[in-house]
């Protein structure tokens, strides 16, 4: 009985006629069966030969159950159909027609349970008597699909096909079947059609394919048309800012590489010059802060892609930007003490003392006191005026502001009625703890060491078209801590400010992308990390007036500062951990129970004004990576 029943659901082939004409009349009148009231209700037969359902058929709308669409809630489950049952997986998306030609609805399986055809409990000794003697099988049973709506798409067929809001109610067993459209994929779930290459649009990480290809997923990222000069629709993806956010083993940096690859190209983009107020069109200027020295590597091919043919078509044929970048410099900062990392060809890096200029907080890796802090501040102000034209404390020996020369100036005004401690009010017991605060080895070792200093050479750091890889694998602790926040200042303070910028940052679209970014934009605990947390939120909130973005990459997103996390469009989440997963507001609900189980390169993609999705990263680094 139950192979009778699955075949008419399922509208398979009945097994034979004969079996056929004993349960159905075949009068040429036809028959009918009578209800109660007398009504005469037709009835209906089976017929015997049914078309093989086509491979993306999954079945149809269930009208047993209640089927609704609201602006709160929905329910629109579909039966499954045997044949079907293998090949469905929670994320895949489907297709259900509406009776009027071209408009369907579009949605994700949202859940997937099997339902027994009868009220038998398997939970029971009678169910157990049965097994014993008659193996149940899967036909047993019903496979229904739960849908959450996503949009409705208008003129599907057609070469404009438009997306819009669920406000129609699928009709009762209305078929259903696996969206495989390019056109339908990327229209109900946004995605554009080219831009920044993410990965593969995939379920249950594997990548779905449409016409036997894998299905690309692109971050939009318009700028200047090439070819007529005009500026492109749209918000482009390097200025609404990124967070890469996946625990150790899970390929972040891999999926970073390749992802930061694709923004490397002749694509320019308008920028208003800060003192004209003309509006220019230049490259990006992508700048990388390397705490694990593996982003140099960039400017090499990776061989197994170079070697293999097929992968080079491919990557071709979805337009993925692939090789070494010719264009790439390692730039490593001079520290005292410390021996540079190898990154093959590299230049120097010096973080000077004027860097502190109008921001004394970078000399407070810890919290004084209110007294303290204000003297800190006023001994800054001072020595830094030596260095004005419109006259201050005497001009110095020195050609230019320096640490050590800044030690000597307060020890010229160690002593009680020294116009400094005069003019500022600070008592011999603040004085002796400014002097703690203020000279301390760190401070000796980081500032100005060797001779190529970030404003002397900031038109070569920043350089439009250029990939700036800044390596800091050979510091730590506080030595890394303060250089690292020392460029970070330096390039949000000459975006955002308004008064006696630097040209080359000021005037150059730039991304730049932070790795170990928990490390420097943490939950404040000193008036260093507040003054640039502070900073970084307007950056955030401003980027996109300035041409500035950033990119995060952390295993630790739940320790990066809130306000900065609110701010970032396009979260990037592979694998993490469950405890991490719960701390992490912005990780879509629907995928926060798979994160901890994702496999390598496997990820959440949320893109602004995009469905949530889960796509593959390739399984090959499109530059060199890690000697592979």
Known sequence: MS????????????????????????????????????????????PSGVSTPADDELGHVLASEEIHVSRRDYQVNAFIRTGAREGIRLGDYVQIPYPDEGSELFAVTDSLRYEPYTDLDDKSDAHNQISAHVE?????????????????????????????????????????????DEDCLRTGLNIPGEGIFTGWLSVGGEPMTVNNENFPYYLSNPGIDRETGDVEDGEPAVFRHALVAGSTGKGKTHFTKNVLRQFVSEKRYPIRHHDTGEEEQR????????PENEYWEMREDNDAVVNDDAVKQELRRHNIKHGGVDDLNVFVPQVAGTNAPSTMESRELSIPFEIVRGRPEMLMPYTPTEVTRGAIEDCINAYFSCFDSQGGYPDRSVDRPKYADFLEFLDDHDYDESRLRE?????????????????????????????????????????E???????????????????????????IENKIDDYQVDPAVRDTPMLVAVDEAHNYLASASSLREEYILRRARVAV????????GLCLITQNPDDVDDDVIKQINTNIFLGL?????D??????????????????????????????????????????????
């Open 577 to 581: 951990k469950a405890e991490v997963v």
């Open 283 to 290: 490259q990006l200027n992508l700048v990388i802060i390397d």
């Open 541 to 548: 909130k401003q980027g996109r007036k300035y041409k500035l």
């Open 583 to 628: 701390d992490v507001p912005s990780i879509p609900s629907e995928f926060k129970k798979d994160l901890p189980n994702f496999g390598k390169g496997q990820a959440v993609v949320k893109a602004p004004d995009v469905e949530a999705v889960e796509v593959k990263g390739l399984s090959y680094c499109v530059t060199r990576h890690g000697n592979r």
């Open 465 to 491: 078209g250029q990939v700036t890889v800044i390596p800091t694998s050979h510091l730590n602790g506080g030595k890394e801590s303060l250089t690292v926040l020392s460029i970070l200042s330096y390039i």
């Open 3 to 46: 192979d009778n029943i699955d075949d008419i659901l399922n509208n398979d082939p009945v097994a034979d006629e004969s079996e056929e004409s004993e349960q159905t009349p075949t009068d040429e009148e036809g028959t009918t069966d009578t209800e109660p009231d007398g009504t005469e209700v037709p009835e209906r037969t089976v």
């Open 136 to 180: 149940l099988d899967e036909s047993e049973y019903v496979q229904v699909a739960e849908l959450e709506p996503l949009a409705i798409l208008k003129n599907v067929g057609s070469d404009d096909i438009e997306s819009g809001i669920v406000n129609r109610i699928p009709k009762p067993n209305s078929p259903a079947r696996l969206a495989r």
């Open 423 to 463: 003019e500022n009010n600070i008592a011999g017991g603040t004085w002796s703890a400014v002097n703690r605060r203020v000279d301390r080895d760190t401070f000796r070792q980081v500032f100005d060491q060797g001779t190529a200093f970030l404003p002397d050479i900031s038109d070569t750091v920043f350089r």
